[in-house]
């Protein structure tokens, strides 16, 4: 099995939000960005991911989910009425992907990306390098073990 990180405003879509789905999935759509939508149809059932809350007061990593549903095309490029509908892309030919994921847990705290970029041992995730702005990116096995063991 891989490991991920998925980046989302808390007000998109939060940690919280999947565990009021606990029974339910929540599909991970949306990604407009070639080297994510990649990375999210390397998914596979069973995967576990990490929820990180960007563009808010508190930024970090909140949580695990797992990939429930392996890469199927997005919906909402599509829906001329989404804001991610993309009308270059036909039911023939789509160009984004999207994934499903259920609740695994919420972390007893946030682990914070000012604390996450002081851990020994990570630098090369993705999250902390310069200038990466991906929504989706692989997490090492080693780098999951370090980033599970300081919360």
Not at 16 to 44: C, E, H, S
Request: aromatic share 8%.
């Amino acid at each position: 099995m891989a490991k991920w990180l998925v980046k989302t405003e808390p007000s998109e879509c939060s940690i919280d939000d999947f565990t009021k789905a606990a029974n339910q999935t929540i599909p991970w759509d949306g990604v407009r960005n070639y080297q994510a939508r990649n990375f999210l149809t390397d998914m596979a059932e069973g995967d576990e991911v990490f929820i990180y809350h960007s563009s808010c007061k508190h930024i970090g990593i909140a949580g695990i989910v797992k990939v429930v549903r392996s890469a199927y095309p997005d919906p909402t490029q599509f829906d001329p009425d989404s804001p991610y509908h993309d009308p270059k892309s036909t039911p023939d030919k789509p160009r984004w992907q999207a994934v499903d994921m259920a609740y695994l847990q919420k972390l007893p705290r946030l682990l914070p990306l000012d604390e996450i970029k002081t851990l020994a041992g990570l630098d090369d995730l993705p999250l902390i390098k310069r200038g990466n702005r991906l929504s989706v990116m692989p997490v090492t096995d080693d780098q999951w073990q370090i980033l599970l063991g300081s919360v």
